[in-house]
């Protein structure tokens, strides 16, 4: 995959949002095979998971993506929950404030990884989940998420 450079904080908390009056296991699954579509379209090296309710519901390695990606998954999963946004625009965030999400000594960095791929997933406005993408640069992760979510509300209609 090509160097992408970054988007700006705006750029991400401009795209679409999946929040849904409800979001089932079957969506989840759902939600992961579209992301899937997305990898093997983009030719990514990606590991797709999407969890709901503190469960894996769907998870796919892709590639060379193995056990190693897991913690990844794990840990922009947990900074969704955390800050309820992206994962990349909480980087971003902290990036374009001056003050690096790494710089950071009021968390846990083994645990909690500000690096694009994971996106939250919300039920009236509350996130009950996630769809996170590990293996490339990070903002190609973010990327495939973000296009999953979208092409997944497309569908819904």
């Known amino acids: 995959m090509s160097q992408h450079p970054d988007p700006t904080a705006d750029a991400v908390a401009a795209e679409p949002l999946l929040d849904v009056a409800a979001f089932t296991q079957d969506d989840a ?28 519901v769907f998870l796919a390695k892709t590639g060379s993506t193995d056990a190693s990606n897991e913690p990844w998954l794990e840990g922009k999963a947990r900074v969704v929950h955390r800050f309820g946004d992206p994962s990349l625009l909480v980087r971003l965030r902290h990036a374009e404030a001056g ?40 903002v190609v992760d973010h990327a495939v998420s973000a296009e999953a979510v979208r092409r997944f509300l497309g569908r819904r209609g």
């Open 99 to 138: 003050s690096p999400f790494e710089d950071r000594r009021d968390v846990d960095h083994d645990r909690l990884k500000a690096h694009g791929g994971s996106v939250p997933l919300r039920v009236r406005g509350e996130v009950v989940g996630t769809l996170t993408t590990s293996g490339e640069p990070d």
């Open 29 to 56: 699954v759902d939600l992961g095979v579209i992301a899937l579509e997305v990898v093997r379209e983009r030719g990514a090296n990606l590991a797709v998971r999407v969890e709901l309710g503190g469960q894996t």
